[in-house]
Nanobody, 126 residues
């Protein structure tokens, strides 16, 4: 059973940066696409960024392109989301998800995952 634990959320001022981590245990992440999905109160989930298991290809939502960077360290069984130039509209609970049989675009567009973490809150003040 794959277990995912997010960390790194917090309160930051507009324009600031945070790095989220998604640490996996139970199974290796090598064969899973990993995505960061966020959900703000009263809004639908949004696939922010997803990274493939194989070639490192990635997908970014238009809302975060140029500001967020996803990366993975399979040796550490961890995926990261570097978030720069944060805006108040980035405020949300951020979840990492793992999916074995998907493309990164499909994973992010559908905000899908076979396994989910418990989430970490990101709050950006104006």
């Amino acid at each position: 059973q794959l277990q995912l634990v997010e960390s790194g959320g917090g309160l930051v001022q507009s324009g600031g940066s945070l790095r989220l981590s998604c640490a996996a245990s139970g199974l290796t992440l090598d064969y899973y696409a990993i995505g960061w999905i966020r959900q703000a109160p009263g809004k639908e989930p949004e696939g922010v960024s997803c990274i493939s298991s194989s070639d490192g290809s990635s997908y970014y939502a238009d809302s975060v392109k140029g500001r967020f960077t996803i990366s993975r360290d399979n040796a550490k069984n961890t995926v990261y989301l570097q978030m720069n130039s944060l805006k108040p509209e980035d405020t949300a609970a951020y979840y990492c998800a793992a999916d074995r049989d998907t493309t990164v675009q499909a994973m992010c567009v559908a905000s899908r995952g076979d396994y989910w973490g418990q989430g970490t809150q990101v709050t950006v003040s104006s």
